[in-house]
């Protein structure tokens, strides 16, 4: 059996409703889709899924230990929850586990915008296969200043091979108890030091990848220049038509909400007029099931980098008025 899963708590409880019913809507009701829980706090969560037949928490509790002792056995630092707001990330590593035999892993802020059925075609001959250009940026993988990180991998591979974690499709059973323990071994001899300190588990899973050698593929990477598409907010030129995007003609596979933080999604879904890229688009399949729900928004709107990464002059300038 083939399906999609995702990881998720109720922080991020208005994103996982969008991207469960942009499935529903692109790939269709039946498909099954399974949530790894990121932490204890899903009670919102279990509430929703009670609805969707479909859709089911991951219960292996056994499995779910597994790969919090390997993260903690890999990466400690990265389940400090003060300093890392993707503490629980890890836990999409459960996918490995089962409970399908291919599966496509999709982040909660992300929504389907085209079929899959590509994806799980190249599957066949593929066991990682991704689509997104995070390899032209591999600071946010590898420390690039490590000298160690040119002794595991080649710079051809830095430079090619680096993935985002956002999105993938992969096998059931790839990384068994004796490969876990290898790269263990690996890490705690000072593989560790190679990976970039800013981020959960997206180094940790580029590592596992690429140090295993296991056949991967991008489309981003592979497809011609004329058929390609982007996948993140990041990029504003993508055109609407009938709430799917297009990227110069071409219909998207996924959207990523990169960037945008839980807290402003939930503060624009209680009435906060926060404008951030795609916004309408996002609200429409957040409230495709309740539309008498969505916010109506009474306020002068805001732009999103105002509220989530002010520059520098209007840090100052904030500072002046607090002053005056």
Not at 160 to 180: A, H, N, P, V, W
Request: aromatic share 12%.
């Amino acid at each position: 059996m083939n399906g999609i899963c995702t990881l998720a708590n109720d922080t991020v409880y208005d994103q996982l409703i969008a991207l469960l019913n942009s499935i529903e809507v692109i790939l269709g009701s039946n498909i099954p889709v399974c949530i790894y829980p990121f932490d204890d706090q899903v009670q919102q969560i279990q509430a929703e899924i009670a609805k969707r037949p479909n859709v089911f928490m991951y219960e292996d509790i056994a499995s779910i230990q597994r790969w919090d002792e390997f993260m903690q056995a890999a990466a400690p630092e990265r389940l400090n929850r003060q300093k890392f707001r993707l503490y629980g990330a890890h836990r999409r590593f459960c996918a490995f586990d089962g409970p399908f035999e291919m599966f496509i892993y999709m982040d909660a802020d992300t929504l389907a915008m085209n079929s899959l059925d590509t994806v799980f075609d190249k599957l066949d001959e593929s066991d990682f296969v991704v689509y997104d250009f995070q390899f032209t940026d591999p600071t946010k993988v590898y420390n690039l200043l490590c000298p160690k990180l040119l002794e595991v991998f080649e710079q051809e591979r830095i430079n090619s091979e680096i993935f985002c974690s956002g999105f993938y499709g992969s096998k059931q059973g790839l990384f068994d108890g004796d490969t876990r323990e290898w790269l263990l071994s690996q890490l705690q001899s000072g593989d560790a030091e190679i990976l970039y300190a800013g981020a959960g588990e997206q180094p940790l899973l580029n590592y596992m990848v690429m140090n295993t050698r296991i056949n991967s593929y991008n489309f981003a990477r592979c497809l011609p220049d004329n058929v390609k598409t982007g996948c993140s907010v990041t990029s504003q030129h993508f055109q609407m038509r009938d709430n799917i995007l297009y990227d110069k003609g071409n219909r998207l596979t996924y959207i990523h909400y990169i960037g945008v933080q839980p807290d402003l999604i939930r503060r624009v879904c209680a009435g906060e007029n926060i404008e951030f890229p795609y916004r309408d688009l996002f609200l429409h399949y957040r409230y495709l099931r309740e539309p008498e729900k969505r916010p109506i928004f009474r306020e002068p709107l805001i732009s999103y980098t105002d509220v989530s990464a002010p520059n520098l002059l209007q840090r100052v300038l904030r500072r002046l008025r607090i002053n005056l």
